[in-house]
């Protein structure tokens, strides 16, 4: 399985970029990225995924590199609401839950 | 659509009785899962289901049994509550395609006395 590495938690500025960093090294050619994210004590939520290509919806962005082997996250303009747990998962169809990152978004 | 309903939202058991918590979807997803998420903690897989009539475990599944009659249920049955079952619980189906999210319930907390 595919495993990936997070940084525990960062800061980030209510209206700036959150920018959440993703090691998957040992990621196989047809595994795609997900992105979760579960804030305070309710269900996760799904965010975005991808596979090679960068993506891009209305809540994110996704780049990957072109090795495939670590992607980040971009909120683009983070709000107070998007402090929460982010998880990055390789193993969508177990989806195996790692640590994540605790962003917190100050005013 | 309703999404993922788990039922009950609120659960109280004394240690040694059994229950089911309950988890329905209508999307017609084929996959299903259960996980439980300790306070402070992460979530953990407990049994998972590729489509009705096939379960398979998951990271922490000793108390625990499931079965899928059905697309749309997928019922977590606690054989005989301990306190260490004391958790959130939450049930998440998503499509086949990998190119598609699970979507999760809103959970069951339940506590084990």
């Known amino acids: 399985d595919a495993k990936t590495t997070q940084p525990p938690s960062m800061d980030c500025a209510e209206g700036r970029a959150a920018n959440l960093p993703c090691n998957h090294s040992t990621i196989s050619g047809n595994e795609y990225v997900y992105w979760y994210r579960q804030i305070h004590s309710q269900g996760p939520q799904y965010i975005i995924h991808?596979?090679?290509n960068n993506e891009t919806n209305e809540m994110a962005s996704l780049i990957i590199t072109e090795d495939r082997k670590s992607s980040t996250l971009i909120l683009p303009h983070a709000t107070l609401r998007d402090t929460a747990v982010y998880y990055c998962i390789v193993r969508p169809d177990k989806l195996i839950f790692g640590t994540g990152t605790r962003l917190q978004v100050f005013p | 659509n309703a999404g993922v309903t788990q039922t009950p939202k609120f659960q109280v058991l004394k240690t040694g009785q059994s229950m089911t918590l309950q988890c329905a979807q209508d999307?017609?997803?084929?996959?299903m899962s259960w996980y439980r998420q300790d306070p402070g903690m992460g979530l953990r897989l407990i049994h998972y289901?590729?489509?009705?009539?096939?379960?398979d475990q998951g990271e922490v599944p000793n108390g625990y049994n499931v079965s899928r009659s059905t697309t749309e249920d997928f019922p977590l049955r606690l054989l005989s509550a301990a306190p260490s079952q004391t958790s959130v619980y939450f049930c998440a189906s998503r499509r086949t395609e990998l190119s598609y999210g699970y979507t999760f319930g809103s959970g069951t907390r339940l506590t084990v006395v």
């Open positions: 991808g596979l090679k």
């Open positions: 289901s590729v489509g009705a009539g096939i379960t």
């Open positions: 999307m017609n997803h084929e996959y």
